[in-house]
T-cell receptor, first 116, second 116 residues
Framework: GAVVSQHPSRVICKSGTSVKIECRSL??????MFWYRQFPKQSLMLMAT?????????EQGVEKDKFLINHASLTLSTLTVTSAHPEDSSFYIC????????????FGPGTRLTVT | AQKITQTQPGMFVQEKEAVTLDCTYD???????LFWYKQPSSGEMIFLIY??????QNATEGRYSLNFQKARKSANLVISASQLGDSAMYFC?????????????FGKGTRLSVIA
C-alpha cells in the first residue's frame, strides 16, 4: 500500500518556540492531506484539511494563526505549531488520500510533541 | 450531523476466542464508507477493513470481518481467533463521500485486551 511518512517522530520544545512537522506521501501524489490531533486516551480529532496550492481549511475552534499549514507540493504538507504552549502537547498525525484514487486514507506514523 | 458511536470503552477477550467491537453511525448521506483502524501503543493507525455503503456483501480481511447492518446503521468489527498482538485501541471511522476532500470522522475507540 501507499506510504506516508512524518518527521520528526518525537519533538520536545520550549514554550514560546515554534516547531514544524512534515508529512510526506512517499509513493503517490496527494492533493489533499488531513491533520489530526490526538490527546492521551482520546480519539483523533480533525484539525484541518490541507489542499495543495491553496489555503487549508480549519475546523471550528482550531486557531489558523497558531497552527500554520502549508501544502506546497503534491507530496508534502507541513504543520507549524507557532508559539507553542504546554497545552499544545499532543500526538499529531497526518493522513493522505491518493489523488483520483479510491476511498482509503493512508496515515503517517504520527509526531509526539511535548512542550516544556 | 454525522456521528460515529462506539459504546464499549474497553473489552477483554480470551486468546483464540472471537470478539465483536460495536460501532453505530448516523448520516443522511446515501454514499459513505466505513472503516476500522487498529492503533497499538506505538500510535500508528493500521487500516483493517472497509465497507462501502452500496456494498452488498459484508467485508472480510483475514481474521477481520465487518458485520454491516445498513438498516440499523451499524458496522461491527468481528475479530476471530484473537491473538495477544490484537491488544490495542480500535477505532471505527466514516467518510461521507468516496472521493474529494472529505476526512474521516472517528468514534471514541474501544481498547481491546487479549488475555492469555
Amino acid at each position: 500500500g501507499a506510504v506516508v511518512s512524518q518527521h520528526p517522530s518525537r519533538v520536545i520544545c520550549k514554550s514560546g518556540t515554534s516547531v514544524k512537522i512534515e508529512c510526506r506521501s512517499l509513493d503517490f501524489q496527494a492533493t489533499t492531506m488531513f491533520w489530526y490531533r490526538q490527546f492521551p486516551k482520546q480519539s483523533l480529532m480533525l484539525m484541518a484539511t490541507s489542499n495543495e496550492g491553496s489555503k487549508a481549511t480549519y475546523e471550528q475552534g482550531v486557531e489558523k494563526d497558531k497552527f500554520l499549514i502549508n501544502h506546497a507540493s503534491l507530496t508534502l504538507s507541513t504543520l507549524t505549531v507557532t508559539s507553542a504552549h504546554p497545552e499544545d502537547s499532543s500526538f499529531y498525525i497526518c493522513s493522505a488520500r491518493v489523488s483520483g484514487g479510491s476511498y482509503e486514507q493512508y496515515f503517517g506514523p504520527g509526531t509526539r510533541l511535548t512542550v516544556t | 450531523a454525522q456521528k460515529i458511536t462506539q459504546t464499549q470503552p474497553g473489552m477483554f477477550v480470551q486468546e483464540k476466542e472471537a470478539v465483536t467491537l460495536d460501532c453505530t453511525y448516523d448520516t443522511s448521506d446515501p454514499s459513505y464508507g466505513l472503516f476500522w483502524y487498529k492503533q497499538p501503543s506505538s500510535g500508528e493507525m493500521i487500516f483493517l477493513i472497509y465497507q462501502g455503503s452500496y456494498d452488498q456483501q459484508n467485508a472480510t480481511e483475514g481474521r477481520y470481518s465487518l458485520n454491516f447492518q445498513k438498516a440499523r446503521k451499524s458496522a461491527n468489527l468481528v475479530i476471530s481467533a484473537s491473538q495477544l498482538g490484537d491488544s490495542a485501541m480500535y477505532f471505527c471511522a466514516m467518510t461521507f463521500t468516496l472521493s474529494g476532500n472529505t476526512p474521516l470522522v472517528f468514534g471514541k475507540g474501544t481498547r481491546l485486551s487479549v488475555i492469555a
